[in-house]
T-cell receptor
Framework: AQTVTQSQPEMSVQEAETVTLSCTYD???????LFWYKQPPSRQMILVIR??????QNATENRFSVNFQKAAKSFSLKISDSQLGDTAMYFC????????????FGEGTQLTVNP | DAGVIQSPRHEVTEMGQEVTLRCKPI?????LFWYRQTMMRGLELLIY????????DSGMPEDRFSAKMPNASFSTLKIQPSEPRDSAVYFC??????????????FGQGTRLTVV
């Protein structure tokens, strides 16, 4: 079974600063995908970034980047130049094609960006 | 595309009543998922379909829960009879397979269910 762990229930950061959210996972699969989803107060689940396990290069999307350490089974999210609109719950998620694209989520990290 | 569409957005019902949640996936997507979000259990998968066929319903909590996908553009999640502990946000999500592997799931806005 796959498990995803986010050990930081809450984090805060000052506007314009950088913050890193942690995520670890456990799997015996070799071919899988990792995601970070954002859930603002509107409760909409929004995809932030994805990483394919077979790619060594870390994914980046504008101010969002990941540090993917496959051997350590670690997948952290770095948000640069934090903005007030980044305030949300962030979920790390795991998917393997073996189980038909279903997602296993971590517990979530509530990020607050302070002005 | 309008994205995944769920209805209703909010539902308040009395214990014992039947509740039906609806979902229209993104056109062309062949996977559909129903998730439930609660404070206690986080986001958990209830059931998912591939090409309208239920693949894994091991996450459905009890026989009171049932899900159908009569065609590629519509799915329902029914709770009968409903209980207060069913109160949660229910998400529908869809994705499409690419080269045999799945891609990221796109979520609807969720239905907040309150059972009193």
């Amino acid at each position: 079974a796959q498990t995803v762990t986010q050990s930081q229930p809450e984090m805060s950061v000052q506007e314009a600063e950088t913050v890193t959210l942690s995520c670890t996972y456990d799997t015996s699969e070799n071919n899988y995908y990792l995601f970070w989803y954002k859930q603002p107060p509107s409760r909409q689940m929004i995809l932030v970034i994805r990483q394919e396990a077979y790619k060594q290069q870390n994914a980046t999307e504008n101010r969002f980047s990941v540090n993917f350490q496959k051997a350590a089974k670690s997948f952290s999210l770095k948000i640069s130049d934090s903005q007030l609109g980044d305030t949300a719950m962030y979920f790390c998620a795991f998917m393997t094609a073996r189980y038909g694209s279903r997602l296993t989520f971590g517990e979530g990290t509530q990020l607050t960006v302070n002005p | 595309d309008a994205g995944v569409i769920q209805s209703p957005r909010h539902e308040v019902t009395e214990m014992g009543q039947e509740v039906t949640l609806r979902c229209k996936p993104i056109s062309g997507h062949d996977y559909l998922f129903w998730y439930r979000q609660t404070m206690m259990r986080g986001l958990e998968l209830l059931i998912y379909f591939n090409n309208n066929v239920p693949i894994d319903d091991s996450g459905m909590p009890e026989d009171r829960f049932s899900a159908k996908m009569p065609n590629a553009s519509f799915s329902t999640l029914k709770i009968q009879p409903s209980e207060p502990r069913d109160s949660a946000v229910y998400f529908c999500a869809s994705s499409f397979s690419l080269g045999g592997a799945g891609t990221e799931a796109f979520f609807g806005q969720g239905t907040r269910l309150t059972v009193v």
